[in-house]
């Protein structure tokens, strides 16, 4: 039991030493967000496939992220002079929900295949640069809004056709 912890506790220590210093610390600048993922699987592309997910999802909760965060705080003292008990009770729970996020147009900047026991781990990533990015999601919602243009004014001529066939049979 104790030479499989020690074992696991050398893998771990390797895996954080061979990480690359972009997946630690990924890059900062004006024009792009970089986000970072890593997934270990038996398979090469599963791990592969797993790491940009993981990416993905990093990504998007840097664009929209919304978060709710709610604490308790509750402090009870008993007794008197020395002999004084002081009880605390903290909870806190916090959500993190992102919906929906458009990624149109993420680039892979970088990815490291590392071999970890058995399978595989990969290192993986992403750039989303902002202004391209941006006019293309611009680009889409102004595409939804002109089919939706058109989708009301179908219903806005079909409703008017029914009334004035509604009003012919009144006739």
Do not use: C, H
């Amino acid at each position: 039991m104790e030479d499989r912890q020690k074992a696991a506790v050398k893998a771990a220590e390797q895996s954080v030493a061979k990480a690359p210093s972009w997946y630690i610390q990924p890059p900062v600048d004006a024009n792009s967000i970089y986000a970072a993922g890593t997934e270990t699987s038996l398979d090469m592309q599963m791990s592969m496939d797993m790491a940009v997910l993981s990416a993905k999802r990093a990504l998007a909760s840097q664009i929209n992220n919304r978060l709710s965060s709610k604490m308790k705080d509750f402090a009870m003292q008993v007794g008197a002079g020395d002999d004084v008990q002081v009880t605390k009770e903290i909870e806190r729970v916090t959500t993190n929900v992102i919906t929906e996020v458009n990624l149109a147009g993420f680039t892979r900047e970088k990815s490291e295949l590392i071999p970890q026991g058995k399978g595989y781990r990969t290192y993986v990533l992403l750039r989303y640069p902002l202004g391209e990015s941006n006019r293309m999601i611009v680009d889409q919602m102004k595409k939804s809004a002109v089919l939706e243009a058109k989708m009301r004014a179908s219903d806005a001529f079909q409703e008017l056709e029914r009334e004035i066939e509604a009003a012919k049979s009144v006739r």
